[in-house]
C-alpha cells in the first residue's frame, strides 16, 4: 500500500474510532444540558440545581440558598402515581414564570397550587413542567411529544410574554425539520453539535447557574418611548397576535383532542402603574423585550397578548384565569418585572386555586374532600 493511501486510511480508522467514543461517552452521560435532541424534546430528568447567591445578587427577594429538584419527568413537584388514571393529575406548562427556577422546591407557583387542592380534592397530583423560554412554540412542541402520552387530566398554560416580538421559534422553541436535525435524532453526537450551534447563534441565552440579581427599581433609567417607535411597535404586533391565537386554538384542539381539558392563564407583570412597596412609578422606566420598551408601553403590548388569551377562552369555553389582573402590581410579588418571588408564587397560587378548586369540584364531584365542601 502506497504511504499517501495508508496514511489516509489510518486517518480515517482514527477519525471513525474517535467519533464512535464520543458517541458512546456521550450516550453514557452528556454533560451540557441541552433541552433538544435534533427534533425531539429532552427534558432534565432526574436533575438537581444548587444553587447559591453570591454578594451581587443576595436581597430580600430571593432565598440565599436554593435547590430546584427535576423528577423522572423532568418536571418539578412529585413523582407520577403508580396508578395514573385513577388521580386527578394536573401539568402546569409555561416559560420561566411557570418553571420558576431560582425558587426553592415547594415554593414555585405549582406546587403551592398542589398544596392548596390536596386539602380540598382527594387524590390530586400537581406537576410543573415549565422551561425558562418557551412560547407557545415550545408548549405546543411539549404538548404533542410529552403531555399527550402522559395524559393527565388537565392542563394549566401561563402564557404571553414569551411570545411577544415572537414570529418564529427561537432558543430552546426552535425545531425546524431539516437533515441535519433528523440525523442528531439518532445519534447524541450529532445532536450534541447541533445544539451546540443553536447556542452560538442564540441571541440571548440566560444563565441558569447564578442567581439573577433581582431588579433594583430605584437605578432604572426612565426613558419614556417616543410615540412614532411606539405606533409602529403597536401595528407591528398585529401579525404576531394573529399568529399567537393560532396557536392557542391549536394548543386547544390539541389537548381536547387527546381528552385533556386545558386552562389559560393570563401573564401579569409589576409594570405599568405605581410600586406600593417602593412608591415608584414603573411605566416611565425602560425595560428590554427584544425592544426597548417603556414600561407603560411593555405593559399596554402585552395586555394586547392578554385579551387574545381571554378572548380564546370564551370562544373555546376554557376555563381562564385572568391572573394578569388579579395580581398586585407589587414588588412584594416580583423580584424583577415578570418573575415571581416566594410571597408572589404563594399569591399565584392561591389565585389560580380560587379560580380552578370550584371548577374542578363541578368536574370531579366524587374528589371533593368533606372538609371542602
Not at 440545581?49 to 430546584?68: G, M, N, T
Not at 411606539?230 to 399568529?243: F, T
Amino acid at each position: 500500500m502506497r504511504p499517501a493511501a495508508l496514511k489516509l486510511l489510518l486517518i480515517t480508522l482514527s477519525t471513525g474510532l474517535a467519533l464512535g467514543g464520543a458517541e458512546l461517552i456521550l450516550r453514557a452521560r452528556n454533560p451540557f444540558g441541552f433541552r433538544m435532541r435534533g427534533n425531539t424534546l429532552v427534558l432534565p430528568a432526574n436533575k438537581v440545581y444548587d444553587i447559591k447567591a453570591d454578594a451581587r445578587s443576595r436581597s430580600d427577594q430571593l432565598d440565599a440558598h436554593v435547590i430546584h429538584t427535576k423528577n423522572s419527568l423532568g418536571f418539578r413537584g412529585p413523582e407520577p402515581p403508580p396508578d395514573f388514571a385513577g388521580w386527578l393529575t394536573i401539568v402546569a406548562v409555561g416559560g420561566s414564570t411557570t418553571e420558576c427556577f431560582y425558587l426553592s422546591d415547594g415554593r414555585d407557583w405549582p406546587e403551592r397550587l398542589g398544596a392548596r387542592l390536596q386539602g380540598e380534592l382527594r387524590k390530586v397530583w400537581v406537576d410543573n413542567a415549565g422551561l425558562d423560554g418557551h412560547s407557545t412554540f415550545g408548549h405546543l412542541l411539549l404538548t404533542r411529544q410529552v403531555l399527550t402520552r402522559l395524559h393527565p387530566k388537565v392542563t394549566l398554560y401561563l402564557v404571553g410574554v414569551n411570545d411577544m416580538f415572537l414570529d418564529e421559534p427561537r432558543g430552546f422553541d426552535r425545531v425546524a425539520q431539516n437533515r441535519w436535525a433528523a440525523l442528531a435524532d439518532h445519534s447524541e453526537l450529532a445532536a450534541t453539535l447541533l445544539n451546540l450551534y443553536r447556542w452560538r447563534r442564540t441571541r440571548r441565552i440566560e444563565d441558569l447557574g447564578a442567581m439573577p440579581k433581582p431588579v433594583a427599581l430605584r437605578d432604572r433609567p426612565r426613558h419614556p418611548v417616543p410615540p412614532e417607535v411606539a405606533d409602529r411597535l403597536w401595528h407591528e404586533q398585529d401579525r404576531r397576535l394573529a399568529a399567537y391565537r393560532k396557536r392557542l386554538e391549536e394548543l386547544v384542539a390539541l389537548n381536547r383532542d387527546h381528552g385533556i381539558e386545558p386552562v389559560l392563564i393570563t401573564q401579569p407583570t409589576l409594570l405599568g402603574g405605581v410600586d406600593p412597596r417602593t412608591g415608584l412609578d414603573t411605566r416611565p422606566m425602560e425595560v428590554e423585550l427584544w425592544e426597548k420598551l417603556d414600561g407603560a408601553l411593555a405593559w399596554r403590548l402585552l395586555e394586547r397578548f392578554n385579551d387574545v388569551t381571554r378572548q380564546v377562552g370564551r370562544e373555546r369555553g376554557v376555563l381562564t384565569v385572568d391572573l394578569a389582573r388579579a395580581l398586585p402590581k407589587d414588588s412584594t410579588f416580583f423580584y424583577d418585572f415578570f418573575h415571581f418571588t416566594n410571597p408572589g408564587a404563594d399569591r399565584v397560587g392561591e389565585i389560580v386555586d380560587r379560580a380552578l378548586h370550584p371548577w374542578l369540584a363541578a368536574r370531579y364531584p366524587d374528589r371533593v374532600l368533606s372538609s371542602a365542601r
